[in-house]
């Protein structure tokens, strides 16, 4: 029974001290990199006409500066590296999560969510393609539905199994082979897409658009499905093996040290999806300063 003497922030500290720290340090970092280059996109494409056009000279060099990462060898080869951290970690957590069909079903709302109002930024203002159909987000919360599927129905089958951790892991990690496999027999490279918005070739069949990268397709944050949930289920059934009591692995390196890391990537979606509105607001604001208008 749980001790209901604790004030709530012992609580919470009690809750905080029980957590995997490096998950949330991972998590952090690329959260942290996700939103970097977020803003890069902003001021190097969305916003980069008009400050271009704009006279000013800070502007101009903003874009610039936006714009030569974007097209950079750094963004080429680091763009798959801190995307492949943030999907693998996100698989890893669905081990801790109490309810994974819930957070996938809230996390679904919050992408049709941003989806509405990107469209309506993008049709509305003028702002050039912000408009997000299939991004993280979504791909996220359809990986976090199908894991809570597959997972159910392994819990009826073989629930009552003592090795059943290591079943539900074993699982996963053959369908994160066969997602991957998939992806590499039929899509092109995360470096292709980073350096040429490369894609599969087109079919009549639009509805593949969510699934593999379509070069004629395109939306601003744009994940499809392959090989974004390869990477998933690789975490999920990582996690199965590597964490099946739920403990740090690394405890004693744990500290205050880390916070700079471990506080983002505990509030990944509050701080992904604030910080795409407030790098847009701050965009727009400095564009009525130095041209009079917000787009």
């Not at 280059?37 to 000013?56: K, L």
């Not at 290591?166 to 996963?172: A, D, E, L, S, W």
């Not at 053959?174 to 995360?190: C, E, G, K, Q, R």
């Amino acid at each position: 029974m749980a001790d209901t003497t604790m004030s709530a922030k012992e609580r919470r500290m009690q809750r905080l001290k029980s957590r995997v720290w490096e998950l949330d340090a991972l998590r952090g970092l690329a959260i942290l990199l996700v939103v970097w280059d977020h803003t890069m996109f902003d001021m190097g494409s969305a916003f980069y006409y008009q400050w271009v056009m704009s006279g000013s000279d800070f502007l101009f060099g903003l874009a610039e500066f936006a714009s030569d990462y974007l097209h950079s060898e750094l963004r080429v080869y680091g763009w798959p590296v801190f995307v492949f951290i943030f999907f693998l970690v996100s698989g890893m957590c669905t081990s801790f999560s109490k309810n994974n069909l819930i957070r996938g079903f809230k996390l679904a709302v919050v992408a049709v969510a941003i989806s509405v109002v990107t469209y309506y930024g993008q049709e509305s203002f003028g702002l050039g393609e912000i408009f997000i159909l299939f991004g993280v987000l979504h791909c996220m919360s359809v990986c976090i539905l199908f894991y809570a599927i597959i997972e159910l129905i392994l819990r009826l089958v073989f629930g009552k199994f003592k090795g059943y951790n290591y079943i539900r892991g074993g699982v996963m990690l053959a369908l994160a082979v066969a997602f991957l496999a998939i992806s590499y027999t039929n899509n092109v490279t995360l470096v292709e897409v980073a350096r040429n918005h490369s894609g599969v070739t087109a079919t009549s069949d639009w509805t593949g658009l969510f699934f593999f990268v379509r070069g004629e397709w395109w939306t601003a944050d744009y994940f499809p499905l392959f090989p974004f949930s390869g990477f998933f289920m690789l975490g999920a059934g990582l996690s199965a093996f590597l964490y099946p009591k739920k403990k740090s692995l690394l405890p004693k390196l744990d500290g205050k040290w880390n916070t700079f890391l471990t506080y983002p990537g505990r509030h990944s979606l509050f701080i992904y999806v604030v910080g795409q509105v407030v790098v847009i607001a701050l965009c727009g604001l400095l564009t009525y300063i130095y041209t009079g208008t917000f787009y």
